[in-house]
């Protein structure tokens, strides 16, 4: 584990509240505090890499699994219960990178059915879950 930061899903609102962890400097700021990204688009981490690169520290993984390995604090901001419940379970998804130092803090406005399995799943394995829905879009 480190004491970068986590962030899955750089979509319409996973972008911004990435940026905002860099700008207000709680991730990013050196290569001991990295930003750690992933995206299903890899080419939405290269675009985010290229646009905020230059300026703060980010390191792309290759899986959910990678940057959930690598992190203390994940945050999680998928579009769709669907996409959630695929990144959240795959092989190489979130759960499977969990053990007892990991937190995740999962954004996505998810049925409390969906969110309680997670932190159950989290739990499970050592891990701390936190639901922190966000609402809107573009």
């Known amino acids: 584990m480190s004491s970068g930061i986590g ?8 972008e911004g ?22 995206n299903r688009t890899k080419s939405k981490c290269e675009a ?7 300026e703060y520290t980010i390191v792309m993984k290759d899986t959910a699994k990678e ?15 669907e ?3 695929a ?3 795959a092989p190489d998804g979130v759960l ?12 996505a406005t998810l049925a409390e059915s969906d969110m ?10 050592g891990g701390r879950f936190l639901e922190a829905p966000v609402s809107g879009s573009k």
């Open 7 to 14: 962030f899955i899903g750089l979509g319409i609102m996973g």
């Open 17 to 38: 509240m990435a940026a905002c962890l860099l700008t207000e400097k709680v991730a990013g700021t050196s290569k001991d505090v990295p930003l750690v990204v992933w």
């Open 48 to 54: 985010f890499q290229e646009k905020y690169g230059a």
């Open 67 to 81: 940057v959930v390995e690598c992190c203390d604090i994940t945050f999680s901001m998928l579009s769709t219960p």
């Open 83 to 85: 996409a959630s419940a």
């Open 87 to 89: 990144v959240f379970n």
């Open 96 to 107: 499977a990178g969990i053990s007892e130092k990991s937190s995740i803090i999962d954004c």
């Open 116 to 125: 309680k399995g997670m932190s159950e799943a989290v739990v499970a394995k």
